[in-house]
């Protein structure tokens, strides 16, 4: 059929029984089968399969799916094959395929039966497969979880690096079509240029989840007893609680069962029968947490999560937006609260410490993002979505009330002036700096990069110096969020004034900060700033808070620790 000819909304009845497309999905599908390179970045859950899946059906030919992981292309072959079709409208080519059943695979697809073919991209390197495929009429080549061909993804993977010499070889022009739920603009810019698809039609959904309620506590050495009072006021609602380490999730699972709350732990350490069974039993509701490490999350969908907790905060925005990303599903509360303190940022650096320089310099960069995040004291949602590339309106935007920062707002103050001096400092120190370095220069102080730029005979060197270090990190971080400056693409981190920041530089207007959080492990002096911030200066004021909440504390008993 010529792509014009095809009703897309019969289509998508009759293979998916679905009356509507959902978000962009028909753009995306309409871009597909006119054969052009195409661009899908939609969050989990957004519906990104039949995006390819519905393109691959009604054209010509065979689609080539690449998919990082065989437990996930089974699942999709399985679930194509459930729509109905012939067996063969899927398949899987991998290495446990015996000599019988890769001539069935090749029959069906030479026959015409096949539209999707799955494939690893390691298979896809296979000289036999290479060979195969050179005779087979392609529709099109589709990428999912394309964010793995980047090393500032999360799931880095090198032989999806080989994947666009590998389909030069097979024909040419064949379109390609790249999906991910990675919306950093540095990880999209690294697919569009290894997937050498730069004039592609990219399609990006809004990664805004409205219903999602985002707090960050203090990790005070009582962070236990905050988990379960936690816990204990969401009774009978589901919850998942993340922790760094195997053990840390086994000790807090046995936490919360000593204190009454019915909780199993989850990680890569228990054996597959014990986790199917504690998976299980958190989707039957037989139990209402589950203590977990990363490793739990892939395909669970239990669409009533009402709360994720980090007991140690994640090494990237990523993990902590997918994590907190499996509250509310069904549009109702998700509360996502995450402990932080920087000395778990130091143990997470610490685990880098053996890796390759460049894999701990991207390690690092992103883990800065998660100290930006968490001391923050804007909207956390339009921070957020900042990083993934996406503006947000924190006043009237969809959720903009939804987090802490917002609802308990610190006290702001004008910085207009400063900001027209950070601005000059960054464009009249040539646009070559990090925010260290411009931090350094601003408050008068050397280091080696500083000494070698010469930055220090600049007229504005130490002209900040009546604001202290965390003063300019905030405010780089405010003004970054406005749009006054960006952070450089190719070399990541570098800061650059936007045109919108020169305008600023000419026509200086108000401009309203507030510094960032100081959170203390010390549970007394949080009480402190928490008052201070909010406006609350009298000393004496202040004792009275604090013996307060120690009564409080009191009058709740401490819970039976194992610990
Ligand atoms: P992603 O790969 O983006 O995480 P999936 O492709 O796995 O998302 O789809 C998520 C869910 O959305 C699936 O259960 C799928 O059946 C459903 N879905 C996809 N498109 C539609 C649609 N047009 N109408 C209703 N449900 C849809
Ligand atoms: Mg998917």
């Given at each position: 059929?010529?792509p014009n000819e095809i009703d897309l909304h ?101 026959d015409g039966v096949t539209k999707m073919l ?309 464009r009249d120190t040539k646009e070559l700096f ?130």
């Amino acid at each position: 059929m010529k792509p014009n000819e095809i009703d897309l909304h019969k289509e998508l009845k009759k293979y998916f029984g679905f009356n509507q497309f959902k978000g962009l999905q028909e753009q995306v599908v309409n871009s597909i089968i006119h054969g052009n390179n195409t661009f899908v970045i939609m969050p989990t859950g957004g519906g990104k399969s039949l995006c390819y899946q519905l393109p691959a059906l009604v054209l010509d030919g065979t689609a080539i799916v690449v998919s990082p992981l065989i437990a996930l292309m089974k699942n999709q072959v399985d679930a194509i094959r459930s729509l109905g079709s012939e067996l063969g409208v899927a398949h899987v080519l991998n290495s446990s395929l015996t000599k019988t059943e890769i001539n069935q695979v090749k029959k069906d697809i030479l026959d015409g039966v096949t539209k999707m073919l799955y494939v690893a991209p390691e298979s896809l390197t296979k000289e036999e497969y290479i060979q195969f495929l050179r005779d087979v009429k392609i529709s099109f080549v589709a990428i999912d979880e394309a964010h793995c061909i980047s090393e500032w993804g999360h799931d880095f993977r090198p032989e999806y690096r080989n994947l666009r010499g590998i389909i030069k070889q097979l024909a040419d022009d064949i379109p390609i079509i790249g999906l991910t739920a990675t919306a950093t603009p540095k990880v999209q810019e690294d697919i569009l240029k290894n997937l050498d698809m730069s004039g592609a039609n990219v399609f990006k959904a809004s990664f805004n989840r409205p219903n999602l309620f985002y707090e960050i506590r203090p990790k005070t050495k009582n962070v236990e007893g905050d988990i379960i009072r936690f816990i204990k006021q969401h009774k009978g609602k589901s919850g998942v609680i993340y922790c760094l380490s195997r053990k840390k999730v086994e000790d807090i699972a046995q936490l919360l069962q000593v204190n009454g709350i019915s909780a199993v732990p989850y990680h890569a350490g228990l054996d597959a029968k014990t986790r199917a069974k504690h998976q299980d039993m958190f989707l039957m509701e037989d139990v209402d947490v589950v203590v977990a490490t990363i490793a739990f999350g892939m395909g669970i969908d239990k669409p009533d999560v009402r709360y994720v907790i980090h007991h140690d905060i994640p090494k990237s925005l990523e993990s902590y937006y997918q994590e907190t990303g499996r509250a509310g599903r069904d549009g109702g509360e998700g509360h996502c609260l995450a402990y932080y303190s920087y000395k778990d940022i130091e143990k997470l650096e610490k685990f880098m410490a053996g890796k390759p320089v460049a894999e701990q310099e991207i390690g690092y960069a992103l883990l800065q993002e998660v100290v930006a995040y968490a001391e923050t004291s804007m909207s956390r949602r339009k921070y957020l979505l900042h990083y993934f590339g996406e503006e947000f309106d924190d006043e009237n935007g969809e959720g903009a009330d939804m987090d802490d920062n917002v609802r308990n707002p610190k006290k702001k103050v004008e910085a207009q002036n400063e900001v027209v001096l950070l601005l000059k400092m960054i464009r009249d120190t040539k646009e070559l700096f990090k925010s260290k370095e411009i931090v350094f220069a601003l408050l008068g102080k050397v280091n080696a990069i500083i000494k070698s730029q010469k930055v220090d005979a600049n007229p504005l060197f130490g002209k900040g110096e009546n604001h202290d270090e965390r003063f300019w990190m905030a405010l780089i971080r405010q003004v970054l969020v406005e749009g006054l400056i960006k952070k450089d693409i190719e070399s990541y981190g570098v800061i650059k004034v936007t045109p919108k920041g020169h305008g600023f530089i000419e026509k200086p207007y108000s401009f309203m900060m507030s510094e960032d959080h100081e959170y203390s492990e010390n549970e007394d002096e949080n009480v402190v700033t928490a008052a201070k911030s909010s406006g609350v200066a009298d000393e004496a004021l202040l004792k009275m808070l604090i013996d307060l909440r120690k009564n409080v504390a009191k009058k709740e008993g401490v819970p039976p620790y194992v610990v």
